[in-house]
């Protein structure tokens, strides 16, 4: 076999993680990956803006600062002190459930100030990211979250993936539904740039993410400015929007931009307990994002020294996320995940890149106005199209294992349908009929327990994945190779690790990987 069929043989990936694509085209590729997860992004503080019913003008301060943020979160988790896989860190809806018992809190005790009400709850929910950050940051850099490994097979990881993948199966259609015109053609022209043009051109090998998005825009101010589209409609794009956007500020960068948090407040304090509920569900969602990542970028299996750093490197992003008040925390974010398994680009560069777009995009308001424009039938189509590749990339985990085993079939089909099932019970915004646990009656130290498993049992990935764990670890029935577990361990090594880095190392700048 010639060095040339043996580098196809090895999948799909053109710039894998330490190739160097030339500059101008790792720019374009990195506002790529950052486009997939605007729409998410942006939702975050829309949503708490609306609970603290916060002006406009700072709604968009903060939303700027959560883009800011995630740019530079990135860069950490692309430095030493993070994992260096090819993954954007943003804003996570695990921290919305502590946040908004933040909120009522202070909305209930009246809390007073030198400022406004929604002021003084954006002081309190970020002194609690800021505290309980710290607990992260401990338990990824002291290498503790890195044993959990162990526990970890390729039956836990392939469901927990999945339902990553699935997670937002709720928001895919729904969005699309507010403009099926609008939805359905950007869907189509993400399956035909990714699918057929890609394989007879390099640009739609190379963007199909992007330009499938530019077409959904396209269309849809096409309608706007034709009046197909009506103004109360979601695919209807508010052009004013960019004209009130200011030019040049700085503002996204200050710290403690709305006051600094009073760190004797009693309801800040409660809020960190509560808070490090979202924190642990978050923890093990990045680990399922990890593996999913090395896995879609054909990148050995993670080390349990680089889950440990990547975790301690979010800790570090949530401080930082604190500080500059963004009212949430970072987390690995899935979406641009689905983005490197349609793009073929798994380069650290490009994620760089993209990052330090992130840092100048707040900056240059007018831009980034014209991204926050991006309709949601556009992002549906492209939550459909995305994560259920992910889901996808985590079911092939399972090839390692023996399927024809009725134990491993057993573990996999529990836990899969408790992850979609087990959310409905207990989160309101999945089901009307939900109850969420309220434990509040029963004292504070109830109360916090109440909120830790709320946030676990709303996490249709963390019930997978806990489940997953405990029955592979406990019930007999199959051997370590049957597991798919001697085939990961040699996978998963500093040794498979130091060759890729080799291999990539051998690449010359701007040269792609035949497929």
């Not at 993936?161 to 189509?188: E, Y």
């Not at 050995?300 to 925390?329: D, F, H, W, Y």
Request: include cysteine; hydrophobic fraction near 50%; glycine fraction near 10%.
């Amino acid at each position: 076999m010639s060095e040339q069929q043996n580098q196809e043989s090895k999948g799909w990936i053109v710039y894998p993680l330490g190739s160097r694509p030339k500059w101008p085209l790792a720019v374009l590729l990195g506002i790529q990956q950052y486009l997939t997860m605007f729409g998410a992004t942006v939702l975050i503080p829309f949503i708490i803006g609306g609970a603290m019913k916060l002006p406009q003008h700072q709604l968009a301060l903060l939303i700027s600062t959560i883009f800011f943020t995630s740019g530079l979160c990135t860069l950490i988790q692309q430095s030493p002190l993070g994992n260096r896989l090819p993954i954007v860190q943003g804003g996570t809806f695990s921290f919305l459930g502590p946040t908004f018992a933040i909120i009522g809190m202070v909305a209930a005790k009246k809390l007073t100030g030198p400022g406004p009400l929604w002021q003084i709850q954006i002081q309190e929910v970020a002194g609690a990211i800021m505290i309980a950050s710290v607990v992260e940051i401990f338990l990824g850099y002291t290498g503790i979250m890195g044993w959990v490994k162990k526990a970890i097979s390729p039956i836990v990881i392939g469901p927990t993936i999945a339902m990553i993948g699935l997670a937002l199966f709720n928001i895919g259609a729904p969005w699309m539904a507010k403009n099926w015109v609008i939805s359905l053609i950007t869907l189509f022209a993400l399956v035909i740039y990714s699918q057929v043009f890609s394989r007879k051109s390099k640009v739609f090998l190379l963007f199909p993410v992007l330009l499938a998005i530019a077409t959904g825009w396209l269309c849809s101010l096409i309608g706007t400015l034709t009046g197909w589209i009506s103004p109360d409609n979601a695919a209807y794009l508010k052009t004013e929007l960019v004209g009130a956007a200011s030019w040049i500020s700085f503002k996204p960068m200050v710290p403690f931009k709305w006051g600094f948090p009073d760190l004797g407040s009693s309801t800040l304090w409660a809020g960190v307990f509560g808070m490090l509920a979202g924190y642990l569900a978050s923890m093990i969602e990045s680990i399922g994002d990890y593996y999913a990542c090395a896995r879609i970028s054909e990148a050995p299996v993670p080390t349990g020294k680089m889950i440990s750093r990547g975790l301690g490197a979010e800790g570090l992003g949530c401080l930082i996320a604190g500080i500059l008040q963004t009212c949430n925390g970072t987390t690995s974010y899935s979406e641009n995940i689905g983005s490197i398994g349609l793009t073929r680009v798994a380069s650290r560069r490009v994620i760089r890149c993209g990052a330090v777009v992130m840092l100048i995009i707040p900056i240059v308001g007018k831009f980034g106005a014209v991204l926050a424009t991006l309709p949601q039938p556009v992002v549906g189509s492209m939550f459909v199209g995305l994560f259920g590749l992910i889901a996808a990339v985590g079911l092939s985990n399972l090839q390692m294992v023996n399927l024809n085993n009725s134990r491993n079939l057993f573990i996999i089909g529990l836990s899969f349908f408790a992850g979609l099932s087990v959310p409905y019970q207990f989160n309101t915004m999945l089901s009307a009929s939900a109850t969420p646990i309220d434990w509040s009656a029963a004292g504070p130290f109830f109360q916090v327990l109440g909120n830790i498993f709320q946030a676990i049992l709303t996490t249709g990935m963390a019930v997978t994945a806990i489940l997953a764990m405990i029955m592979d670890n406990l019930l007999p029935g199959a051997t370590r190779a049957e597991r798919g577990l001697e085939v990961w361990e040699q996978e998963a090594s500093d040794e498979a690790w130091e060759k890729a880095e080799a291999e990539w190392a051998a690449m010359k700048e701007g040269e792609m990987r035949p497929v």
